[in-house]
């Protein structure tokens, strides 16, 4: 057998492609695909972890700053997550 020269492989490829998608089999109920889910998860699980409350001294200091500034814990808090730095 022959092997096939590159420019067939890539027509063959983009038949493949271009071939309409399996149908879903019995009992799927058409959700979300498992990897959306899962970074669905993975975000959710961060976003918890950098709003956990630090230590009392920590936000101490974030509240004075912030009213030095003239803003709210929240914002200003929300300021240091966005840009990684204080402000």
């Known amino acids: ?38 970074f669905s998860y993975v975000w959710k699980k961060a976003a918890a972890e950098a709003w956990k409350t630090p230590d009392r001294l920590i936000i101490e200091r974030r509240a004075a700053r912030a009213e030095e500034l003239g803003m709210t814990y929240r914002s200003y808090t929300l300021e240091i997550m966005e840009r990684g730095r204080h402000l």
């Open 1 to 38: 057998m022959m092997p096939m020269r590159r420019n067939k492989k890539r027509a063959r490829s983009a038949r493949l492609k271009m071939q309409a998608p399996k149908p879903i089999g019995i009992g799927h109920n058409m959700g979300p695909p498992f990897e959306e889910a899962y």
